[in-house]
């Protein structure tokens, strides 16, 4: 940013550029504004990953809009989480649309290529937990990461966890996905040498008070490297991943 | 209960047992009233096991006076929890009074003939558990139990746990005690099949809750066999679990 | 365990097992990964019970491949728990399939011989809790106990209750299910000397919370041999009582 | 008040009265302001029993001068409730003082007479619930009505309740006092014909979570006539039982 | 009770009931087992109001099957509270019934002459609260009171409720509803001098929470007299005034 | 107030008022009482602003009669809001009835000229917020304001909300709108230098707990100058917004 | 802000500032940096108030650097909040340092001349919120507010609130200070015209959940105009009002 | 785990390890088991980060067993967390002893070499919060990475923050601390384009309920990226920067 804005000084400096035009160049909004919504274009520079639209709250006439925004400004590919299945007819007919229902989460463009330092393990307790699973898996991949899926390997049955030792041990990253208590972040956190993100879920019933009792033991986790992140957040787990995973 | 007032009703019907005296037997109160407490001499013969007293929230001169009126019925063997160092210094002059200050639980009278079908297992997930572990440790021995104690085996360090693997799968009845994360009940439930008692503890911070994260955990266990008393509520633990292992 | 490895290192030795061989014979996974479910068979060794499976957020399609891949191991006896009624209607014409609709509870196969300890007692603070108690009592049913219905004996009108008092003092067990103030488990635990298991359900409004209130009510506790299951969980606790009917 | 603004109105109207003197009148404020507080004098003709001082909170010195406002207007009978040791030396010297200490409560003047419909019966659950029982029944006592106390009659020991089942179906009100789990009220509730009025305490440790338990366990009471007061407020039970037994 | 099992004895004695006549009749269980529910006679005399049918929870053949009991028993009134319209339908053709969709509720059989000490005043906050001040007021009016609706007074508009003061003052019982911030049962409570019963509503939005924001309101209430009963249990508010108002 | 009653009492002195009339005036109800509703009249005196009908809750037959009772007495400006569609329907041949959909939100009669100190923004932090917004900004443009509208510059974002630094800092009055974390109020709370009214929306998932994660947050926000209503209350914070900006 | 680059920039242009200079101009901190604290030099013209030191949670030592630090600026009018007595000794040496120890308020340096739009009215519930009123008092006063205190007007007695009518109506602002159920602002909010800022307290017991209760009572206000901060924030609702009351 | 079976399998086959040797070499318990801990030698192996010691909860002489015991094992680098004042004073004379009172931690032995892949950002909300971060950013160091702290950076005074865009913008891994409403977070992750682990503190007071509004705050962070640990866990946060700073 300082050398931008030295740079531009040294041209006014120069008489090459302007006061006027010097001064709306550092006011410019690095993004579109469509009244509903501010499409920001910087992000990818600032933050190294494209931005991604939630869709859940917006109308499918709204999403419409930023993606052409997007589009409009050159952007090629782009990650749509939490799309329902109306909100993804309606744009069923955009080139390069793909929607996986399951984890209700649409890319637009290819693939990035798997270049990260290694693989990123999904687990999961159940098989309820599944949906959020693919969402963290799909958005890794998305961004250029091997995703290994195992699923169904909660802590009542352990010879399952520990049959997959290997995996657990070996991976770049784990992202430790459970419902109901929530002992398998704790147990792969204890078991790998690996940052390990634990996602709550929603999945149980009674004294589960949607997704709470996960949660809560999930953040007291008694295994060092876990740190967690929103009930269902199979997206901001993906992600962060990828993050680590593509550290230097 | 049918059968004594049948046999009154027959004495009363022979003329050998008078309509007052009938009357009154069937009124006659099991219990001695202290006027702040009533104690309850029926309970050995109800439900097997000889009255407990409940120190938290009563005086000294309260406890002392529950013991003599115990005594004074013949009670032998009295068991006190949750009581003070104060408390237990103003009792310690009774006869038989031995204070296990970890669990805070008092004994008076001789251990019971450990009888159960086999042995009970008290595990802890840390260090910090061991005083309600005692707690419950200490009632298993008194009411008759062989006890095995596993303490520090919390399921981040899986290892540790697995080591104990024989214990585990050929204990009777499980204790399963945890604070933080209280995963070591779900863990403890898959590897064994026999009853596993689980104890939240108030042990932890920030969002453990005072063992609210614990309690909803165990509460939520998808291991079956699995069910949860209080917080912190070592003793009742070790109650049930010699009642399961008495069973028959 | 050890002696199964024992075993294998012997032959090792002897040179009838190769080390390939064993290394395989060790590592071999005891269940069958079907991608989204890992269906368990060394479960019914290891813990005296065939695996059940949680219906609730399975598809229809994924229950019916665990069903299939039991079968294919020979596990004639399923229970399927939580099914909702459209999951019923596609897998009715399995073999031997029988839904409760009330439980929403499945078993397919013939239900065990009851050959435990003693009666199993089912009791109901009012008839909005049977559905969570017809879970319960199937379960035990199925697991081969015998079970005695009492249904609608809520605390508030006490002689209901006192009127059961034989069969809840010679109870084997006693599964007590309440819905908002959750009394009852208090008062039976006060009643019987067996072990009691407590079920808050979900019945009630306003400050019942879903359940919490009878949850905690039933935590609290002072009658002592009360431990406690999930909110509604008529299974867990079905289970955990015919786990201490068999005792030995 | 209509009668007394007409009877001024005409007096205006005959000019006995000016109009400054009736503005005045009117508006002339029915306590007396300490700054600090405004004592309330027309509350006893208002709700027909003396103002009552709420001592928690409240420094010594400023209880000092509400007692002295209140004599200064011939007020000769006064509650103060939740008074701390404390403050009670500081005040014990003020004419007709009496502190009960358990029940940190103070009466100054003389007990009215007991000349209410019949007796009400103060019972607890437990030994430790005694502090706000005595608060309760000695507020009712002072307020003039005959109390009955029933101490550590809780639902786990039936029989201690169901022996003074008389004094219980014969009350004019009761006061219902538990911990833990609180199911005293709904036991008693089904027993009575009369109101009961259920006080939820603080006694009990882990998931009672400060008397939360108690409070949700009688809200959801199923028996009819009982209403609920809030955690530990015995005042407010006694004076509203008071209130009750006082119906014309 | 006493004097029925003293005749009893007496015929023993005398001969002219056998033994085994008098075991049965103190065995007679007094209500009618249904299996699903257990209809209470005795509870007319033990409470002097008839069984109440709580609708919410039973199927419309169970709450038949209850009516029919009942009336088996000569039980000629009969109040059925939270029946859904769909069950009304169904048992619509009964003969008496009627139904008052506002408030779920259902008469069988004549009104009570209106015979309490004085009127019963159903206050609300807001027109929202209307559907269960009606469930109380109608109540009630069932069980022989004279009832008088204040409903839209809440404390933001003063002046509404000040226009009732007469009203409120003369009252012998007031039911005070509301949700959101639940102020009225304060306010109310102190300006009235008989006893106040608060009814938090579910009313509301945000941090309403379902009703518990007036239902902490409510409990903490700085009024005296007043009580709580659960969120938008009108029933139970109804009940309990009529309870109060026919003090002797 | 006083000055009323003066001259009415000078009235009564002179002769010119009867004492009758003189009553009778004084308890004239200044509100239309429809039974199922009070309509306050006096509110525009009292409060400088009309009367608003609060939608939930009510049927369209009870909001017609009070919108019929406020034209009955020349009320010609009025806000209806929390309207349903159905309801708005049902009322949409009102004369001058406008209906906003997305904020819920109806206005009768003409919108006020904008008379403020200055201009009130309204921010969200995302496109999910906008339906609250919408009703803030209607609220305040009705009641004569000018509105900024500063849509989906949440915090995550910084660039998009330093882009509107201007308008922040010269705002009269800034209403901030999130869900989620709610971070918005805090970060344009350090920026401005004017009353900011927060509103915690129910926007997000998991642990937003329906919009108290954000309502937390607010309440604790370490900006000086911040106070917050309740979850989605877009008409509570234009309302104040625009009471603010109408200060002398 | 922007002037000041444009006139930045214009320099550059005419030569008579360097790239250096100027550069270093945009970046230079606004705050000194004294490691454990950032002290704020822009905030008086950013927000037109100098910085305030929250007391809490700070060494005595450090609260002395930031002073130190603030008067090096020429910062001579300080406020110091949440401060100990313990802290207020070790500090109360410092020039014109004046603590007043119930609110834990410390000024330094001349409080302003009452300049606002009109007065502003703190009122409190009961005697113990006194503190938190105090705070607010004094800090409204700080910054140049004319301040009525209207102490224990609680709405359990309506008439003391009543006779403060026009003090209430013709304020300019209104903090409304109350614990326990938080009617107070409400009730305010009903009579007054203007903004009022409520603000729970901690004070009460049991349900009253250290402040929850009236801070969901008051979010819940059914009044207009009012909004909350947070619970004992007696600072935060001075500092809001004094902004509102000095609104152009 | 597999070639060292394999290994030892083939030394069996050889003959040159016998089968006894063998199984008790698979058997060996890899930690030392103290009966009240279990301590872990492996974990340095499998994790790569030597044990630490949680020092609360345990009594000095525990924690000097457990020191005692890994010197026995020669691990040389001890890291004690939570340690109180006291227990530090009772182990201050063991050899390399370096006790952090602020931030409650102890060395043993020499600080390892900064080798991460850059520097570790550790910013607090306000001068509250250092403990917790003095805790994070020791560990980190300890571990072996540069730590830049940038303390009192709330979102309040943007511009503070703003200030040290280059140290966000380019840091390896950030941890954010802040108590109160949390929301550094979310705007250092939206500033960022590395992993931020979020620390949720108990600094606050009213709604902050112990850091809940925090921790909440965090979890619904709309910045990607974020991640959470524990309430207070400041050893977590810096722990888990370490593990992601030494990717590769």
Known sequence: MDTEIRRLLEEVQKGSVSVDDALLKIKT????DLGYAKVDFHRKFRQ???????????????????INSMRGKGQDKILITRLSEEAADFLSNQQGFEYKKDARLVTIGYKSKADGIGKIVVATGGTSDIPVAEEAALTAEWYGNEVVRLYDVGVAGLHRLLAHKEEIMSASVIVAIAGMEGALASVIGGMADCPVIAVPTS????????????LLSMLNSCASGVSVVNIDNGFGAGYLASMINHMI
């Open 29 to 32: 909004e690095p993004y579109e």
């Open 48 to 66: 190294g990953m494209p931005e991604v639209i939630y869709g859940a709250g917006k109308t499918p006439e709204q999403i419409l809009g930023i």
């Open 203 to 214: 999945v149980g019933y009674g004294a589960s008070f949607g997704g709470l009792s996960a």
